[in-house]
């Protein structure tokens, strides 16, 4: 491996981690499943073999204190600095919305459909749902569709998305939701769909 030839290693100066909260959110197994991108949970085992003097650097976007914790573990020296700026953007719109009980309750997921009086595919916005359990999105788009009018439930205006489905499946959920003229207008999706451009986000979390 190149990477243990001592003379390439003389060539590294630092190394640059992009979207660093993959190593816990994806590195590493959760819920009795094994982990969706393996090679996130062993940078460790690179940062192991390269020089203490090559500097680590980790970027995110997403940093709470236990994703924080794993980082810091993985690639991290102890007096590392943590450098942090607003992400506050203009076309940006925070809003909060009180779990009931768990977010395992499907009935706090109702407010993102649109009442049946008057309903159109066009005016129910564009949404993608983050929840970390497989089981739980299937869950929460069927719940979901069945909210809808019934000449509206099973066209795939809700669907659910993760990594252990098929390749055409994804491709196809993939497309309905990204395209303007698609007709999938919410996505409840693990990680493997974090990458969509969407208009609007909910992030699902228990304090």
């Not at 977010?103 to 009442?115: A, G, Q, S, V």
């Not at 998305?161 to 007709?183: C, F, V, W």
Request: aromatic share 8%; proline share 5%.
């Amino acid at each position: 491996m190149l990477v243990r030839n001592p003379i390439f290693q003389k060539q590294i100066a630092r190394v640059i981690v992009d979207e660093a909260h993959n190593i816990e959110t994806s590195g590493l197994a959760h819920y009795g499943l094994d982990a969706f991108r393996p090679a996130w949970g062993k940078l460790d085992e690179i940062k192991a073999i390269l020089p203490n003097k090559v500097a680590w650097l980790a970027l995110s976007a997403t940093v709470p204190d236990h994703i924080l914790k794993t980082i810091e573990t993985k690639i991290l020296c102890t007096n590392y600095e943590l450098i942090r700026v607003t992400l506050n953007r203009p076309n940006t719109i925070y809003a909060t919305h009180q779990v009931v009980g768990t977010i395992d309750e499907l009935r706090n997921y109702r407010c993102l459909i649109l009442p049946h009086d008057g309903f159109e595919v066009a005016r129910q916005p564009r949404t993608l749902i983050f929840v970390d359990n497989t089981s739980l999105a299937r869950r929460i788009s069927r719940y979901l569709d069945s909210l809808l009018p019934p000449s509206f439930r099973d066209k795939g205006i809700v669907r659910h998305y993760h990594s252990k489905m098929s390749e055409d499946y994804l491709q196809r959920a993939h497309n309905t939701y990204t395209t303007p003229d698609g007709i999938c207008r919410i996505m409840v999706a693990t990680a493997g769909q974090s990458v969509v451009s969407t208009q609007q986000f909910v992030f699902l979390s228990e304090l």
